[in-house]
Nanobody, 114 residues
Framework: QVQLVESGGGLVQPGGSLRLSCAAARNIFRNQNMGWYRQAPGKQRELVASITVGGMTNYVDAVKGRFAISRDNDKNTMVLQMNSLKPEDTALYYC????????WGQGTQVTVSS
C-alpha cells in the first residue's frame, strides 16, 4: 500500500523555481510533524524543511529564504515551494514524518542545471 507520493520535480535552470507536492495516507499525516528530505548522489539523506501540525516551520541554513514548506491538514498534503534554485539543490526529494518514519516513497527528482 502506497502511503507517501511525491511529485513535481523536474529539470530547471539555476535561479528557477519548482513546487513539490506530497500526498500522504491519512494515518501517516494526521497529527504528525512532517518534513521534506533530499538525497544527492553519493550523499546521505538529509532533512531540509519541516512543519509541525500547527504550521511552525524550520529549514536548514542552505535553503532558508529560498524554500517554503506548507501543509493542508484537511487534504493530507504538503508542499515545498523552491525558489532561486541552485545546482547544489539537485537531489531526489522525499516527504516523511519527522519521527517514527514510515516506508519512503519513490521520491521526485530535482535537477538544477544550465
Amino acid at each position: 500500500q502506497v502511503q507517501l507520493v511525491e511529485s513535481g520535480g523536474g529539470l530547471v535552470q539555476p535561479g528557477g523555481s519548482l513546487r513539490l507536492s506530497c500526498a500522504a495516507a491519512r494515518n501517516i499525516f494526521r497529527n504528525q510533524n512532517m518534513g521534506w528530505y533530499r538525497q544527492a548522489p553519493g550523499k546521505q539523506r538529509e532533512l531540509v524543511a519541516s512543519i509541525t501540525v500547527g504550521g511552525m516551520t524550520n529549514y536548514v541554513d542552505a535553503v532558508k529564504g529560498r524554500f517554503a514548506i506548507s501543509r493542508d491538514n484537511d487534504k493530507n498534503t504538503m508542499v515545498l515551494q523552491m525558489n532561486s534554485l541552485k545546482p547544489e539543490d539537485t537531489a531526489l526529494y522525499y516527504c516523511n514524518r519527522l519521527s517514527v518514519l514510515v516506508p519512503w516513497g519513490q521520491g521526485t527528482q530535482v535537477t538544477v542545471s544550465s
